[in-house]
């Protein structure tokens, strides 16, 4: 079992040192690497530890049907400007490294859906991180326009999860 207080530690020593990342691994098959961008100084960003296996894959970028295959760009074009293709609405990220879930429970409703309407402080999803299952709450007011995430997928910190119409 991995002591909170000792990987928080560790996050405040590289938080205020020029070190931009440490890797601890342990005999029992633990790893935690904690890394910062040198050029974000205060932003740390912590994965969770994970069995020293073999990596999961990137995943792919995702296309709705109705953006069909024409919309992915061809190998040495140049992709579509991020701000022309970002869809209006207030984004929802994910706070932490771990596993997305949309309902509390297997077999049960999803907290929201795609055009539900959505108050602030509205559980919207779960995320599961060491074993403690996290429920992220809506910042905003509003109607869900987008969910960017399939149930059970991994998420990064920071990776946008849903997309809130304040104005919907």
Do not use: W
Not at 147 to 168: C, H, K, M, T, W
């Amino acid at each position: 079992m991995i002591d909170l207080r000792y990987v928080k530690k560790l996050i405040d020593i590289i938080d205020d040192s020029t070190v931009d990342s440490i890797e601890i691994s342990s005999d029992k098959g633990m790893k935690i690497r904690i890394s910062k961008s040198p050029s974000q100084r205060g932003t740390v960003q912590m994965a969770a530890p994970v069995p020293m296996a073999p990596m999961v894959a990137a995943a792919e970028p995702r296309v709705t049907p109705a953006q069909g295959l024409s919309a992915m760009p061809a190998e040495g074009e140049a992709a579509p400007a991020r701000a022309a293709a970002a869809p209006a609405g207030l984004e929802v990220k994910s706070p932490m490294v771990g596993t997305y879930y949309h309902a509390p429970e297997p077999g049960a409703k999803a907290y929201v859906s795609v055009g539900a309407r959505v108050a602030k402080g509205q559980v919207l999803c779960i995320i599961e991180a060491m074993k403690i299952m996290n429920e992220i709450e809506s910042e905003y007011a509003g109607v869900v326009k987008e969910i960017l995430v399939e149930d059970s997928a991994p998420v990064e910190y920071g990776q946008v999860l849903f997309r809130i119409d304040p104005n919907g």
